[in-house]
């Protein structure tokens, strides 16, 4: 085991947060393919006046993290799911594919050349990792750009809710996320853009989040602006809303496998309406950089619904799928296999 010396950083108490790290990996495309790309320690990007992701919001990200695990190597969760899904979401913004191969190089390189900056074990820290592609080269016409930047930079951080691991109460929101057939299944930059408001009025409003519903029918469970959902039954059952206009979470479709494969526990994924909330003994939201939290009240335009398994702290049912999951990510449960992929 190599001894790290660890950069001057109060772990315990870092929120989510861009922090500026040493080294960021950049790859150009241009001329129909990408070049072999390099880190830098330059954080800042200088492009076109009407480059694409200006005018025209051209961008898709990802969200994964670098772990110390209870023996002190460095790991990352399931990448090549990160890397498909970006490819998904390149697609469908009309970008290029970054290949998935050398997504996954660049993390390595990223994760190793920023060592320093990955938490210690115990801390509750993780280093967030933001892989992104923009369009890079000036569009005035509606059209895609003809050149494109992948990076990818790291940021120590946090827990993404304050209070960690306090239950946390959540909106029904009046905005749309997401429209059928529209781009709620891919991780574009312009899904979060145009959550800002809601965020902003629902924190204005004092609440944490948004639960956003269906955009056609309003009535059922979509998700929020940065996590999944996962709701537990009286009898145990983990529920999780089905939809074509969610993000598929790495992290959900995860603990729906953790909660089946390693805890005995049935699971669903169906549609979750509205009505039905009042009956589930526990709320959770799942992601990257959620993890998983707990959500103690869902208020549905003056009607509360408080989730009594989940209202104080997290839920028996939601420990139990932290404590598997986080334990496969720490190195203290053995992980299905491909899911963890070693760094040092
Ligand atoms: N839903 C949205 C809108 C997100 O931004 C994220 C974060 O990536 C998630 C869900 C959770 O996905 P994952 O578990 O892959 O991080
Ligand atoms: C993630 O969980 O990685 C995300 O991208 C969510 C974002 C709201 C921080």
Redo the contacts with the bound molecule.
């Keep these: 085991m190599v001894t790290i010396e660890k950069a001057n950083i109060d772990w315990e108490n870092i929120g989510?947060g861009y922090y500026k790290t040493d080294k960021r990996f950049v790859s150009n495309y241009k001329d129909g393919k990408w070049d072999e790309g390099i880190l830098t320690s330059d954080e800042n990007v200088v492009i076109n006046e009407s480059a694409g992701v200006l005018q025209y919001a051209q961008t898709c990200?990802?969200?994964?993290?670098a772990y110390t695990t209870v023996d002190g190597s460095v790991v990352v969760f399931r990448p090549d799911l990160n890397a498909q899904r970006l490819a998904d979401s390149a697609k469908r913004l009309e970008m290029p594919v970054y290949p998935q191969e050398k997504f996954l190089e660049a993390i390595d390189e990223v994760v190793k050349a920023n060592l320093k900056y990955v938490p210690p074990y115990g801390t509750g820290a993780t280093l967030?990792l933001?892989p992104y592609i923009f369009g890079s080269s000036p569009v005035l016409g509606v059209k895609p750009a003809a050149e494109y930047q992948f990076r990818v930079f790291a940021s120590p951080v946090g827990p993404?809710f304050k209070g960690g691991a306090k239950p946390i109460t959540l909106k029904v929101s009046d905005f749309d996320r997401a429209a059928p057939k529209g781009t709620g299944h891919v991780?574009a930059g312009l899904n979060?853009a145009m959550s800002l408001h809601a965020i902003v009025t629902a924190h204005d409003e004092g609440y944490a989040e948004n639960l956003y519903p269906d955009a056609l029918t309003r009535t059922k469970v979509e998700e929020t602006?940065?996590?999944n959902f996962f709701f537990v039954t009286k009898d145990n059952k983990v529920v999780t809303p089905k939809s074509d206009t969610i993000l598929p979470?790495i992290?959900r479709r995860s603990l729906m496998y953790v909660a089946k494969e390693y805890l005995g526990l049935e699971t669903e994924e169906r549609d979750v309406y509205l009505s039905e909330l009042g009956d589930f003994a526990e709320c959770g939201l799942c992601?990257?950089?959620?993890v998983i939290s707990p959500v103690g009240k869902i208020v549905d335009h003056g009607k509360e619904i408080v989730f009594s398994g989940s209202s104080q702290q997290m839920g028996e049912i939601s420990k139990k799928l932290y404590d598997t999951l986080t334990g496969i990510q720490y190195g203290k449960i053995e992980a299905p296999e491909g899911w963890i992929r070693k760094i040092v």
């Design positions: 989510f990200f990802e969200g994964m993290k967030y933001r993404y991780k979060y602006g940065g996590a979470s992290t992601g990257t950089a959620a």
